[in-house]
């Protein structure tokens, strides 16, 4: 029984050193989820329950290895990130610091795609390539970009900064810095050359599309007058 006792204690032991690394090393990660998901309570339930922060921890180490030209390894802990949360994110792809996945099943990221700084991706967004082409075929991520849910950024083409990319977004084409875009395939909308604020806020995005009728519906009116 005292051995039994004293294995439980290390084992214990252990695992809080190891929690207590991970808090360390993800720390920023972290303290973006809180920021990000309100439903975030707790260090440890963040720590213990997010996917989104698991896939990144799988990433960061198979990446780290992807780099030093390890062979199969870091390919296979990504399927192994697959498997147990449902977000694909190849070793290959460059992810900067504060990246946060809410929700996140069925979010795949491709193996030459850049991330920057301080990015929001929510569950179904694709950030990948076209075709067979070899070299950069991903899209490059500026900092403080908003991905929703579903939406599809395909092809080596950048995001610009402080840029929203609507819910079931197709892009395909390069977005300038602080823009909003919407529709299929995406449409550009921008707010007065400034930073888009949106935060959360999935309802108050304007939609090019309806505008555009708003705008033949005033035309219509007009001419019929």
Avoid at 69 to 94: D, K, M, N, W, Y
Avoid at 179 to 194: C, F, H, L, M, N
């Amino acid at each position: 029984m005292p051995i039994c006792m004293s294995a439980l204690a290390i084992l214990i032991i252990a695992a809080t050193i190891f929690l207590a690394a991970i808090a360390f090393i993800f720390r920023k990660e972290i303290m973006a989820t809180f920021g990000r998901d309100p439903a975030a309570t707790s260090f440890l339930e963040v720590l213990l329950t997010y996917s989104g922060l698991h896939a990144l921890i799988f990433h960061r180490v198979s990446h780290a290895l992807y780099k030093i030209g390890v062979p199969l390894i870091p390919r296979s802990i990504s399927q192994l990130c697959r498997f147990f949360t449902g977000i694909e994110i190849h070793p290959g792809a460059r992810i900067g610091e504060e990246f946060f996945i809410d929700h996140g099943m069925g979010v795949v990221i491709g193996e030459t795609t850049i991330i920057g700084n301080n990015c929001l991706l929510y569950q179904g967004v694709t950030l990948g390539g076209t075709g067979k082409i070899h070299g950069k075929r991903h899209p490059t991520i500026g900092n403080n970009v908003v991905i929703g849910t579903g939406a599809k950024v395909l092809g080596n083409i950048a995001i610009g900064d402080n840029s929203y990319i609507g819910a079931n977004a197709v892009v395909i084409t390069d977005v300038p810095p602080n823009s909003t875009v919407v529709g299929v395939p995406g449409r550009i909308t921008k707010q007065d050359g400034k930073k888009i604020d949106l935060g959360l806020d999935h309802v108050h995005v304007l939609d090019p599309i309806l505008q555009e009728l708003d705008e033949l519906k005033e035309r219509i009116k007009k001419l019929e007058r």
